[in-house]
């Protein structure tokens, strides 16, 4: 009962002791659960990482480029904008 209680608690030593076995997995040098697990949250934050650069990438684009400003075509006197015949339209 004493063995039961102790291996209940999880007290440190007592495992191996009660149940005969090692704390590694089926005898393998390294822990693959270990391992398995560090890529799994490695993996995750990766994703975030990578997810988050590409929402500010997409979001920092600018919208579409005006239109290419036709030789001859009247422009405003600050340059920004040129004359199609019937509105401004941006030259930049």
Same mark, same amino acid.
């Given at each position: 009962m004493l063995a039961t209680a102790l291996l209940a608690c999880g007290a !440190? %030593?007592?495992n191996s002791a009660v149940t005969g076995g090692s704390s590694g997995?089926? %005898?393998l040098p390294i822990?693959? %659960?270990d391992v398995i697990t560090s890529w799994i949250?490695?993996?995750i934050v990766a994703l975030g990482v990578l997810t988050l650069v590409l929402t500010v990438f997409l979001? #920092? #684009?600018g919208g579409p480029a005006p239109a290419a400003v036709p030789i001859g075509a009247t422009l405003s !006197?600050? %340059?920004a904008y040129w004359w199609d015949g019937a509105s401004w339209r941006p030259a930049r």
């Open positions: !440190p %030593g007592v997995g089926f %005898g822990g693959f %659960g949250a490695f993996s979001l #920092r #684009r !006197p600050d %340059g």
